[in-house]
């Protein structure tokens, strides 16, 4: 896979990437084999399941086993993303006034070291690193290659490249903050945006449609002399939560990942 060794190293897995192939492919077969004997019990007591669709899902969900391993970095480099990307705008402007009263970068970086989130995690290895022995500004650099935040990378390489050039960091933080700041309340109006026809929309399937739809039911079911049983109604009632449980994850996917 091309990528991969990047893909594990924002994910803070430390494999290399033949060793996690491996480990994906066992851990895949095992949790397979696991399910397919599950299945096999059942078909042999219940329902009887033929030899041939018994393959055909076995093959499937080893694929499916195969593919969720394999796309683990990537769930694992999200997750971090969106807690460095919560607490960034936060943590930077701790930092713009550390650096207005003058305090050392290392310092700095050890006070952001503390924070107990994934962005704590990463200035906490810049300074260990630094307690070993490693410059400064190799530590950094490594971090920005490390860091699945793309706004974590632009703080950090403004920080590199002030030690590098001896520029000025109060501002080009200040700038950088900035930035990010505005880039959070476009999103933010963005996702508002998208918020007004999702809950229009939540309105008519989950709310209007399924109380008009069992009230009209009732009725029809009466003219008719269909009988509506307990089990019908739980039915309904699943089948309502399944659909607002679908709203609620779409609106909390799409929520931005900001903190101002």
Do not use: C, W
């Not at 769930?75 to 990307?85: E, F, G, N, P, T």
Request: glycine share 6%; no cysteine.
């Amino acid at each position: 896979m091309p990528g991969l060794q990047d893909l594990l190293l924002k994910a803070g897995i430390n494999k290399k990437p033949t060793q996690f192939l491996k480990d994906s492919l066992i851990s895949s077969f095992i949790l397979t084999t696991f399910l397919v004997g599950l299945m096999v019990i059942v078909s042999l007591k219940i329902i009887h399941i033929q030899f041939l669709i018994l393959s055909i899902a076995s093959f499937v969900l080893l694929m499916v086993m195969i593919g969720f391993f394999l796309n683990a970095p990537n769930m694992m480099i999200l997750k971090k993303r969106k807690q460095i990307d919560e607490v960034i705008i936060g943590l930077g402007r701790q930092m713009l006034i550390q650096v207005r009263s003058g305090i050392p970068i290392y310092d700095i970086l050890r006070f952001a070291s503390k924070q107990k989130n994934e962005a704590g995690k990463t200035f906490l290895e810049i300074t260990n690193k630094v307690s070993l022995g490693i410059d400064l500004e190799i530590a950094i650099a490594e971090a920005v290659e490390k860091t699945p935040s793309e706004k974590l990378q632009r703080i950090l390489s403004q920080i590199l490249n002030s030690l590098n050039t001896g520029s000025q960091l109060a501002s080009s933080i200040e700038n950088l903050i900035d930035q990010i700041t505005d880039e959070a309340i476009v999103e933010i109006q963005k996702y508002g945006k998208k918020l007004n026809p999702i809950a229009m929309f939540y309105m008519m399937i989950a709310v209007i449609v399924p109380t008009l739809g069992v009230t009209m039911l009732i009725v029809i079911s009466s003219f008719l002399a269909l009988q509506i049983t307990l089990v019908h109604l739980i039915l309904m009632v699943v089948l309502i939560g399944f659909i607002q449980l679908i709203f609620i994850s779409v609106i909390k996917k799409g929520r931005p990942n900001v903190n101002i």
